[in-house]
């Protein structure tokens, strides 16, 4: 288990909001969250991730765990996103100030973080496999932000995966076994 354990980090969590107007703290409360920090929505890895948690969504919710989502666009945006990718109906948090990806301790990219070999060579394989390009506009995020995964449960952080590189994969059903009710 990787604690909150300051007040201060019990205060975001409380800070944070929903789209249904709770907050992520009570959330945890109530069921495991698995908490995702998303890229801008014009990336392919972001869209790689909205599809996979998409294909994935009915088992994570079966075992009782909670999608919420974090991103830096506007509602509107983000609605069509989720749409787009069969998310209608989820929970997300709309941080454009990117402070809470700040608090969680994500950061913007490095050169080779956002734009290395490994990084291209897995954005060419999911263009060929997904049909995804990549879109640039201020409206859909920073592009420079880097994502990441949470698993929180009653406050406490059960389980990250903090992205070394953007293009990188997490497995979300294996994040979220540390919760599985």
Known sequence: MLPIDSEEELEILEEMQTNEGASLLSLTYKSPVMLVFLRHFGCVFCKEALHDISARRKAIERNGIRIVFVHMANDETALEYFQNFNLEG????????????????????????????????????????????????????????????????????????????????????????????
């Open 90 to 181: 989820v929970t997300y948090v709309c941080d454009p100030a990117q402070q809470y990806y700040r608090a969680f301790g994500l950061h913007r990219g490095s050169f080779t973080q956002l734009y290395g070999l490994q990084t291209w060579i897995r954005g060419y394989k999911v263009k060929q496999e997904l049909g995804y390009e990549i879109e640039l506009a201020k409206r859909l995020g920073d592009s420079t932000q880097m994502p990441g995964v949470f698993v929180i449960q009653n406050g406490l952080i059960r389980d990250k995966f903090v992205h070394r590189l953007a293009s990188e994969r997490p497995d979300y059903e294996q994040l979220v076994q540390c919760c599985v009710i």
